[in-house]
């Protein structure tokens, strides 16, 4: 597997079995197995921003979305997808047919995806939104199940 991949690692780790049907208890058991306060998540985000500035990640497209696949689903990744997103306003509406587990970075004032802060966001399968980042800039990471995602 490609060192970059090997980045997301304890992001995929963290997510491995995840059941995001229930967006609170997944969050809840996703911030157990990857605090995003505590010292390995800052590690990890600041190797994020580091692949960021150096055009690996987030690489195609403009702000408000700047956007990249990381990798396809495969064992490897534990069938996630990976993509990452840098944004600061509103991005293309889609569905999740299998839910979207999303670890958010802040990377300048006080940013909320889909009104929450920075750390993870679960939507559950089957739903939809316009992915929204206000009151700031930030990285995400999608992960999605089995890569599964329809933009409408």
């Known amino acids: ?28 058991e996703l911030s157990k197995r990857f605090d995003p306060a505590g010292p390995a998540a800052a590690k990890l985000n600041a190797r994020l921003r580091e692949l960021l500035d150096a055009g690996e990640i987030a690489n195609r497209g403009a702000l408000p979305v700047k956007y990249g696949r990381v990798c396809k689903a495969t064992p490897e990744s534990a069938e996630f997808s990976i993509d990452v997103v840098h944004m600061n306003g509103a991005g293309p509406e889609h569905r999740h047919p299998k839910g979207e ?52």
């Open 1 to 28: 597997m490609s060192q970059l991949i090997e980045s997301f690692r304890p992001l995929l780790d963290a997510a491995r079995g995840v059941d995001p049907s229930q967006p609170s208890a997944a969050v809840r």
């Open 101 to 152: 587990l999303n670890y958010c970075v802040a990377l300048d004032g006080q940013p909320t995806f889909m009104g929450q802060p920075a750390g993870w966001v679960v939507e559950p399968p089957g739903s939809q939104h316009v992915p929204s980042v206000a009151g700031g800039t930030m990285l995400i990471v999608y992960l999605l199940p089995e890569g599964r995602i329809e933009f409408l």
